[in-house]
């Protein structure tokens, strides 16, 4: 998908693609030295949400350097950042995948976690994915035989 097409079709933005309009709140721009964006907050929105390192800037932001887990008593900087819908080594390239919160298609979502339960959260993803490659590797199995 390219950039424009995620642009049209986030659901946080307004934009349909017209050209001259904003690509977060599609209002008109009408500054001639402006291309994307009809201001720097809607820049700075975009951004916040759709770039890994503005993302996660904000994440870590909203809880105030914590870990989101209940009862969790890590030291406020020792903090990470997960994207509660697994990226699974697919990049973190712009996207609707960083956004702050999940949308209602279940795209997205960050959590700040302390380095120990974003390690316990990474485990258990890649126990999963490496029991599907199994899984997948016991159908070609048995597919030949």
């Not at 309009?21 to 201001?39: A, G």
């Not at 949400?49 to 870590?60: E, G, L, P, Q, T």
């Not at 949308?103 to 390690?119: K, T």
Request: with cysteine; charged share 30%.
């Amino acid at each position: 998908m390219s950039l424009d097409e995620e642009r049209i079709s986030c659901p946080l933005g307004q934009w349909a693609g017209e050209p001259g309009r904003c690509q977060l709140c599609n209002k008109l721009i009408e500054s001639t030295r402006r291309r994307t964006w009809c201001s720097n907050k809607c820049a700075r929105d975009w951004q916040r949400n759709h770039i890994w390192r503005f993302a996660r800037s904000a994440a870590k932001r909203r809880s105030k350097y914590r870990c989101q887990r209940s009862g969790c008593s890590a030291e406020r900087r020792d903090c990470e950042v997960n994207h509660i819908n697994p990226r699974n080594g697919a990049g973190y390239g712009p996207g609707c995948h960083h956004h702050l919160n999940p949308n209602s298609r279940g795209i997205g979502g960050l959590e700040v976690l302390c380095h120990a339960h974003h390690a316990e959260v990474t485990a258990t993803q890649a126990k999963a994915r490496a029991a599907k490659r199994a899984e997948a590797k016991a159908k070609v199995k048995t597919k030949k035989n």
